[in-house]
């Protein structure tokens, strides 16, 4: 019986996380609801353990998530999670053999990333950590033009993505529907309605959670909508060494 723990052991993959990041959480989901071998190494962004020399031997880049797999490491969330599906053998409707609805897949985590992803990420930024944790008033107009660029990537993320299907590639939930459901959430994190007016996009938001499960879905998603009481009790100074890099990148 030893033995075979032991080789169980073996077979897991790290997985570098922080949960308030939205990739973290989808690989996490990913590999959870997949029943996939795996061990979670905490990495907290807002403590600059990024910058730590044993991360830095994993991930030369400096962001989670990361994955160490044996001598084996990968960055970047779509990398990792087609790793996982393939390693693993994941069901096909998460990166399925067919032709055009792996293109849909494709499609969508190559525009996800400066698109829903950057613009989410700004809202949260502007609308909760800078102001709440950094201790710096956001204008007005800057905080109304992130809002108006997520508004974008919602309504393209609706009518191109979505159009009249359950799923991006489908009748059946996928890598890109895992991806885009994280990054939608994290301003919503940050107390922004943005399934108000939209009912396409909370049927869907509905029927991946439903696909997901609902105990999993709030499980990993629990770090981050804690954040509007989380921030409260931060230490700023935390963030101090990586400040002007942040407002300099969201204002």
Same mark, same amino acid.
């Given at each position: 019986?030893?033995?075979?723990?032991?080789?169980?052991?073996?077979? $897991?993959?790290?997985?570098?996380?922080?949960?308030?990041?939205?990739?973290?959480?989808?690989?996490?989901?990913? $590999?959870?609801?997949?029943?996939?071998?795996?061990?979670?190494?905490?990495? =907290?962004?807002?403590?600059?353990?990024?910058?730590?020399?044993?991360?830095?031997?994993?991930?030369?880049?400096?962001?989670?998530?990361?994955?160490?797999?044996?001598?084996?490491? /990968?960055?970047? =969330?779509?990398?990792?999670?087609?790793? /996982?599906?393939?390693?693993?053998?994941?069901?096909?409707?998460?990166?399925?053999?067919?032709?055009?609805?792996? $293109?849909?897949?494709?499609?969508?985590?190559?525009?996800?990333?400066?698109?829903?992803?950057?613009?989410?990420?700004?809202?949260?930024? /502007?609308?909760?950590?800078?102001?709440?944790?950094?201790?710096?008033?956001?204008?007005?107009?800057?905080?109304?033009?992130?809002?108006?660029?997520?508004?974008?990537?919602?309504?393209?993320?609706?009518?191109?993505?979505?159009?009249?299907?359950?799923?991006?590639?489908?009748?059946?939930?996928?890598?890109?529907?895992?991806?885009?459901?994280?990054?939608?959430?994290?301003?919503?994190?940050?107390?922004?309605?943005?399934?108000?007016?939209?009912?396409?996009?909370? $049927?869907?938001?509905?029927?991946?959670?439903?696909?997901?499960?609902?105990?999993?879905?709030?499980?990993?998603?629990?770090?981050?909508?804690?954040?509007?009481?989380?921030?409260?009790?931060?230490?700023?100074?935390?963030?101090?060494? =990586?400040?002007?890099?942040?407002?300099?990148?969201?204002?």
């Amino acid at each position: 019986m030893q033995g075979v723990c032991s080789a169980a052991a073996a077979m $897991a993959v790290e997985l570098y996380l922080d949960l308030l990041s939205q990739p973290c959480r989808s690989v996490l989901i990913f $590999a959870k609801k997949n029943n996939i071998p795996h061990e979670v190494k905490q990495v =907290s962004l807002m403590d600059g353990e990024q910058h730590r020399e044993d991360f830095g031997k994993v991930s030369l880049i400096r962001k989670v998530p990361a994955l160490q797999d044996g001598d084996f490491c /990968l960055a970047e =969330s779509p990398a990792i999670l087609l790793y /996982l599906a393939r390693k693993f053998k994941t069901p096909d409707h998460w990166y399925p053999a067919d032709l055009q609805q792996c $293109a849909r897949i494709d499609e969508y985590l190559s525009w996800q990333h400066c698109a829903i992803r950057l613009h989410g990420s700004k809202v949260f930024w /502007l609308k909760l950590m800078i102001p709440e944790v950094l201790h710096v008033e956001v204008p007005k107009e800057k905080m109304d033009a992130a809002v108006e660029e997520l508004n974008g990537s919602l309504k393209l993320l609706e009518e191109k993505f979505l159009q009249d299907r359950p799923f991006i590639a489908g009748d059946h939930i996928s890598l890109a529907d895992l991806v885009a459901i994280v990054e939608v959430m994290q301003p919503v994190a940050a107390g922004l309605d943005v399934f108000g007016g939209r009912p396409k996009l909370s $049927a869907w938001r509905d029927r991946v959670q439903a696909a997901i499960g609902k105990e999993l879905f709030d499980e990993v998603h629990q770090t981050v909508m804690g954040s509007q009481e989380r921030v409260k009790v931060m230490d700023g100074s935390k963030l101090e060494f =990586s400040k002007a890099k942040i407002l300099k990148f969201f204002m």
